[in-house]
């Protein structure tokens, strides 16, 4: 029997294409593991499934700020790597795919160590810190989008589109109206703020509760240990994060307020669900969403809002304003065409497997 060993986290982005990825692999016969942090997000997201065995290691956050932790954290990088690469000596997986997030680092130079073919994927246009580092070192790297060719070295690009999960397009608009008893006479805006919610857009939505409810039923997936009990709207609902019921929900909304992460804007276009984009802004972050977030405004499929023009009348008029338009953003990411992503990146991994 052929094993894989995913790898992946640190938040839910750097997990889901693997969440992808994992039922076809265990339809095909695969012997599937997962290794992630002790006590990330993806551990949480990996032990639903049943046959996959998941193992920890320690880890070590790359900062791009000052820390007292990022002394501590050199050893427990190499603690991991010495984890990952015994680990990876005993289990012998015949290929390691990696997702990317600090979690993957020790485990993708484990793999080289222990001479294991290893394949990247990157969501995002510009590669991120994990991924800069295992590049040089892995096998093959798949990209999202088509740019991204720029920033790898010749011969190990394989630009394969968005790889997103099947069972999202399986939702039910009623079982979601039930899930939040909401009616259908009234749209639903979602608000994601990012796998990890986004402090700045919960503050931002929650001050425009009043008026945004007069048009809106809302839900709003506000991250872990944001919610804020003491609003009571009935045709408000805050969830930290959504796992099976996400499907229903996306089903049953309208139009949506998010962050810009490759992965959520990527399944909102597969579903075809208008979008005003919030990308996390460059002081925050390597920019990535600011260039996520340009490549889909320049096609037409949403509209941006910079963090630092966000208030709550230009969240509300902008919102406002996507809805009434609504069907020529649905036209235009009917245009976009949609490849079977998922089967290219299944098919590239069983060839380089050993
Ligand atoms: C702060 C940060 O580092 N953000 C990065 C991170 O974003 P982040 O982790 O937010 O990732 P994405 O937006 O790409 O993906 C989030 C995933 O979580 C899922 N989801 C979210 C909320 C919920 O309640 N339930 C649920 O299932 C979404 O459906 C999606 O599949 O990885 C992305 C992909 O590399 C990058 O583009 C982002 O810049």
Redesign the pocket.
Known sequence: MKKIMFTGG???????VN?ALIPRFLQEGWSVEYIGSENG?EKQ?VSALSAVRYHGIATGKLRRYFDWQNVKDPFKVAKGVLQAYLLIKRQKPNVIFS???FVSVPVVLGAWLNKVPFIIH???VTP?LANRLSIPFATGVCTTFPDTETFLPKGKNHYVGPVV?QD?KLGSADRGRQFCQFTDNKPVLLI?????GSRKINETIRTGIDELTKRFQIVH?C?KGQIDSSIHCPEYKQ?????EE?ADVLAMTDVVI??????????LLALRKPMLLI??PKE??RG??LL?AASFKKSGFCEVLFEEHLTVNTMISEIVQLFGNRQAYIKNMGNFEQKDALSVVFELIKQSAK
Do not use: C, W
């Open positions: 640190g938040s839910a982005g750097h997990v889901t969440i997000i997201l997702k990317g997030g990157e969501s995002d991120g999960r999202l994601m703020g990012g796998s990890l997936l991250g969830y930290e994060y959504l796992n996400l998010s962050r810009a992460g490759a992965n959520s804007i990527f399944e990308p996390l925050q972050s990535d969403q996520n």
